[in-house]
């Protein structure tokens, strides 16, 4: 997958110099909050601050569901090109049946529940990295196949289920210190993330093999190994998503997954982790996911259609990355 | 020498091996399926298929991938559904803007040499809010110059069969014999190597994104033509199909090494997949994972073969 390391002057170089700037900016996640920041801005001119403020505090809720998956598919990306991870929306749909099935509507089954939705996200992730490594084929073929099977898995499973539990339901959609709780553990699961990616061996691993996996090879990463525990802390996040959406929503649908697919690689990359892989950020998840909520909120007060939302998410995406630019990646 | 070369052919042959494994089955569970008639509705939406998988082709020989086919294939349909039938002159505008657009975005891909798998992520948002600004609920209605096409009897063999091999006959001359086919390989191959022989990358990309995107034209029009109305959402499968086609085609997302004839294969193959399944009586829930399950087995066997073949 890494051959030729020798990046050829590319047609591009001279292309602009706003690339280089924004490549050369510490702190790629910045542009992320300033676009996030302006359409706040932008909907307190239009519609005043107080409905700004309800924006911003739905935004809390619904773009948090952005940022798990965003934080999983970006672990996948940092960890090199080629990398992807497609399965996320069948293993949420997955562990949201499963874990809701387990609990059975009620409160004292609730941990049991939680222990297997967490077992389907490690489960899934394994999978997901016996066949990359078995079969030697791109991540992006070998995590579409098992989402395929996870998927029929999750359809068995979905008959007959009862609501989540009531005290999981409270807890998902309650507060503390006037913050959602959903927010409160993604923000520790950031904190944990971003420690765990600039601070330890095992994150500047990761980042070495998405730099360079020969490289970091050599230098004694223990590539294969790092590969795997990507894969399965993607698919245990995903899990986890599954459940807190289920809880959200009152109930696990087998599809509550399908549009985070997408979204999960849009905020990574309008967050600012390098689309190649070996460079991520954890607070861009964030930035981007509550630029892209925002925006479609915005959207949709002025009266835009699905449609229009759609067009402008795309070419939003394609912006971003064409201005960031890239480089050769094999 | 010897065994590797029967290997390698082996290798070679297991698009058509798992074809019939499929299609043989399918004609002891249902004998009656073996005639004219039986082969047309088994394969009758190979033909949208196939050619999507074509355009998915025309991209991984560039060595990028294309995440928005399917919902470009639904965009086509769409506009297909729609202007096409009303006013017939802005419709074709609309296509070869389309066409247009895509053969820009490879370029740009190559241009600014950024990651297409994101670029087409995006691309997929477009089309897909672009179907749905048009066609903003399932209807819509095929123009009767397709819909009379797509029901046209071909004599003797069954149309989608005589569709499919005349597109897989022409796409192959002309990807692997023309002097052109091999210029556009070589720029997936070997991009080093062609440019210094002077070659321009970005022409090179901008004609694969530009074929992929007129198989998608054609895919659009057929499908319209078979479901005689539209939706945005037809055809959003067709991208991770037709992934999934080319590879169990014997193609390989690296190098430029695609199989016009074996993809073509795997796109049957797996429009037949499910009829297979659901012949074996094997419960629609299970279907979609079995597709997957087919995937990793084929998958597995190449891998196999290879290994023994020819050891790294």
Redesign the interface.
């Known amino acids: 997958?890494n051959g030729?390391p020798s990046p050829?002057p590319?047609?591009?170089e001279s292309?602009s110099t706003l690339?280089a700037r924004v490549r050369a900016t510490p702190m790629p996640w910045l542009w992320s909050f300033v676009g996030a920041a302006l359409v706040g801005l932008a909907t307190a001119a239009v519609f005043g601050f107080a409905i700004a403020g309800n924006v911003v505090e739905t935004a809390l809720v619904f773009a948090i569901f952005m940022v798990f998956v965003g934080l999983g598919q970006m672990l996948v990306i940092t960890a090199g090109?080629?990398n992807?991870d497609l399965s996320m929306p069948s293993a949420i749909a997955l562990s949201g049946v499963l874990g809701v099935q387990w609990m059975k509507g009620a409160d004292g089954l609730i941990a049991a529940g939680i222990a297997v939705a967490l077992a389907v996200g490690v489960l899934v992730g394994i999978a997901n990295y016996l066949?990359i490594r078995?079969?030697?084929?791109?991540p992006?073929?070998a995590t579409?196949?098992?989402?395929?099977?996870?998927?029929?898995?999750a359809?068995?499973q979905s008959r007959g289920m009862p609501p989540p539990p009531p005290a999981l339901q409270a807890f998902a959609t309650g507060r503390l210190l006037g913050v959602p709780n959903l927010t409160w553990i993604a923000l520790a699961l950031s904190v944990a993330l971003a420690l765990l990616l600039h601070r330890t061996v095992a994150g500047r691993s990761l980042s070495a093999l998405g730099q360079n996996a020969r490289a970091a090879w050599l230098a004694g990463v223990k590539v294969e190994r790092v590969r795997a525990v990507t894969y399965v802390l993607s698919a245990t996040i995903a899990a986890f998503t599954g459940l807190l959406l289920a809880a959200v929503s009152g109930g696990a649908a087998l599809d509550m997954g399908v549009e985070y697919m997408?979204i999960s690689?849009?905020v990574v990359?309008i967050g600012g982790t390098q689309?190649?892989g070996g460079k991520a950020t954890v607070a861009g998840v964030w930035g981007a996911s509550m630029f892209l909520y925002l925006t479609n909120a915005i959207l949709n007060a002025v009266g835009a259609?699905?449609?229009?939302?759609?067009?402008?998410?795309?070419?939003?995406?394609?912006a971003v990355?064409?201005v960031?630019?890239?480089?050769?990646?094999? | 020498m010897n065994r590797t070369l029967d290997r390698a052919r082996v290798r070679a042959l297991l698009p058509a091996l798992s074809l019939v494994a499929v299609l043989v089955p399918i004609f002891v569970l249902q004998p009656t399926t073996f005639s004219y008639f039986g082969i047309g509705l088994l394969l009758n939406l190979a033909v949208p298929l196939v050619l999507a998988t074509l355009a998915q082709l025309a991209i991984i020989t560039a060595n990028d991938l294309d995440l928005s086919i399917g919902p470009f294939v639904s965009l086509v349909a769409c506009i297909g559904a729609t202007l096409l039938v009303h006013r017939p002159l802005v419709g074709v505008a609309a296509l070869a803007g389309c066409v247009l657009l895509y053969a820009a975005v490879g370029a740009l891909v190559e241009y600014r040499q950024i990651p297409s798998i994101v670029v087409t992520l995006g691309l997929s948002f477009v089309w897909n809010g672009l179907a749905v600004l048009l066609l903003p609920s399932p209807g819509g209605t095929s123009p009767a110059w397709i819909a009379s096409a797509m029901g046209y009897q071909t004599p003797l063999v069954a149309a989608p069969i005589v569709w499919s091999t005349a597109i897989a006959l022409g796409a192959h001359l002309l990807l692997m014999r023309s002097s052109t086919g091999v210029r556009l390989r070589g720029s997936g191959g070997n991009p080093r190597a062609m440019r210094r022989f002077g070659w321009s990358l970005v022409r090179a990309k901008a004609t694969l994104y530009g074929v992929a995107a007129l198989f998608g034209v054609l895919s659009g029009l057929c499908l319209l033509g078979l479901t005689t109305s539209a939706d945005a959402n037809l055809a959003l499968r067709y991208t991770l199909l037709s992934i999934a086609a080319v590879i169990l085609g014997g193609g390989e997302f690296v190098g430029g090494r695609v199989s016009v004839i074996g993809a073509v294969l795997g796109a049957i193959t797996l429009t037949l997949a499910a009829s297979f399944l659901a012949f074996l009586n094997v419960s629609p829930d299970w279907q979609v994972g079995m597709q997957g399950a087919i995937l990793i087995v084929v998958l597995s066997l190449r891998v196999l073969l290879q290994r023994r073949g020819a050891p790294r």
């Not at chain 1, 078995?134 to 791109?138: K, N």
């Not at chain 1, 259609?305 to 394609?318: C, E, H, P, Q, T």
């Not at chain 1, 960031?324 to 094999?330: K, Y």
Request: net charge positive; aromatic share 4%; proline share 5%.
């Open positions: 997958m030729a050829a590319s047609d591009g292309a690339a090109p080629g992807i066949l078995a079969l030697r084929i791109p992006i073929i579409l196949s098992s989402s395929f099977i996870i998927q029929s898995v359809i068995t997408l690689v849009a990359v689309v190649t259609g699905a449609g229009v939302r759609s067009v402008v998410y795309g070419l939003l995406i394609i990355v064409v960031a630019g890239g480089r050769p990646a094999r």
